[in-house]
C-alpha cells in the first residue's frame, strides 16, 4: 500500500514538473510572437492611427515601465521629432560592438620621450 501511495506521489511531481514546463515554453511563445511582428505591435500602440506613435502612446503601451518607453523612443527616434514613424519603429537597432572605430575616437598614439 505504502508503495502505490509513493508511487502515486512521484507521478505527481512528474505531472506538476511537465506542467509548469508547458507553461514556460508557451510563456516564451507569446513572447516570441510578440517580437516576431513589430508592425502588428505599431498598430497597437498607435492609438489614433496616424501612422506615428506619440511619446503618451508610448508610455501607455509600457504602462509598467514608463522608462522604458522614453529609451526606445530616444533610440529610434532618428529624426528627432518627438514620434515614431512606423519605419522608425520597426527598424532593427544596430547593436555597439566594443572597439567599434565609428562609435568611439581613435586614441592618440603614447608621446616618445627623448632619450638623452
Known amino acids: 500500500m505504502k508503495k502505490n501511495i509513493l508511487t502515486i506521489l512521484a507521478m505527481c511531481g512528474v505531472v506538476a514538473g511537465f506542467a509548469a514546463n508547458f507553461a514556460t515554453a ?15 505591435r505599431f498598430a497597437k500602440l498607435d492609438k489614433d492611427s496616424d501612422g506615428k506613435i506619440t511619446a503618451e502612446e508610448l508610455k ?10 522614453e529609451k526606445i523612443l530616444k ?16 527598424a532593427k537597432r ?14 592618440k598614439p603614447a608621446k616618445k620621450k627623448d632619450a638623452e
Open 94 to 107: 544596430t547593436p555597439k560592438k566594443k572597439g567599434d572605430a565609428a562609435k568611439k575616437p581613435a586614441k
Open 60 to 69: 501607455a503601451g509600457f504602462k509598467k515601465k514608463p522608462e522604458m518607453a
Open 75 to 90: 533610440a529610434k527616434d532618428k529624426n528627432k521629432d518627438g514620434n515614431l514613424s512606423k519605419e522608425e519603429f520597426v
Open 26 to 40: 508557451a510563456e516564451e511563445e507569446k513572447k516570441a510572437k510578440k517580437k516576431a511582428d513589430p508592425a502588428a
